[in-house]
């Protein structure tokens, strides 16, 4: 079994779907933005070095990123494989990462870029099990989070004039790697300006 990357700019979806399949595909979903943040709120050094870049909606360098992912490839349930969700973001990580591991598929949720800023600033996530809602899209059903113990959780770097920034940063070196993924036969792209429902259906049609 290989890995799958979920591709896409700030708020595609990414982590929305690879919660909704992960566990039919069977792999761990191993988002970069979740541990960075959860290094931040460790006090880590490579935290405090990665959140002046999140703060301002520019990527982390490779070499940090890079090092994040060997470590975390190394845990047992890796294994068999990964769900990556943000990650590569760059030609230099994709490149690194085709070393490491071998990736199946590259699933690209497309969605226009004047979607963006209203999903991301409508964002809530469940502090106590890191599902993600939207204040309108996908509200936090009136009985609560599935857990049963819904904290609201919001993003520091979940605002307007920083999405403006990571999507800048997404077109300028995240995108080539459409191209990049497509010449080695792996890139496959599905519309994410849709229902959430009908996109987990088209992702799973894929991997099928
Ligand atoms: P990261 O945490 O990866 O953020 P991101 O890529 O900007 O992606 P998001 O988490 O914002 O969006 P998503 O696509 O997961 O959308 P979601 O499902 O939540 O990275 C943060 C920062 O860390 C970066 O800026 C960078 O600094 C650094 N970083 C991380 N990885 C890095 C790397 N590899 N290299 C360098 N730096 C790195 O959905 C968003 C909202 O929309 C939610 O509210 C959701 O409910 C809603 N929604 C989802 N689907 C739909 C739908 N179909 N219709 C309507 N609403 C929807």
Not at 19 to 39: F, K, N, Y
Not at 67 to 93: C, H, S, W, Y
Not at 168 to 196: C, K, M, N
Request: with cysteine; glycine share 10%; aromatic share 6%.
């Amino acid at each position: 079994m290989g890995s799958i990357v979920l591709f896409g700019p700030p708020g595609a979806g990414k982590g929305t779907q690879a919660q909704r399949i992960m566990e039919h595909c069977g792999l761990p979903q191993v988002s970069t933005g979740d541990m960075l943040r959860a290094a931040i709120q460790a006090g880590s050094p490579v935290g405090m070095d990665a959140k002046a870049y999140m703060d301002r909606g520019a990527l982390v360098p490779d070499e940090v990123i890079l090092a994040l992912i060997e470590e975390r490839l190394k845990d047992d349930d890796a294994a068999n494989g990964v769900m990556f969700d943000g990650f590569p973001r760059t030609i230099p990580q994709a490149e690194a990462l085709s070393h490491l591991a071998e990736i199946t598929h590259v699933l690209a949720i497309e969605v226009p870029d004047d979607r963006i800023v209203e999903r991301i600033c409508g964002r809530v996530t469940c502090g106590s099990c890191g599902t993600v809602f939207h204040d309108t899209f996908n509200p936090v059903p009136s009985d609560g989070c599935v857990c049963g113990s819904f904290v609201e959780k919001r993003r520091a770097d979940d605002n307007e004039s920083t999405v403006l920034s990571r999507l800048s940063a997404y077109h300028e070196q995240t995108s080539p790697l459409a191209a990049w993924y497509d010449e080695r036969g792996l890139f496959h792209r599905v519309d994410g300006d849709r229902d959430i429902g009908e996109i987990t259906a088209d992702l799973l049609a894929l991997l099928n």
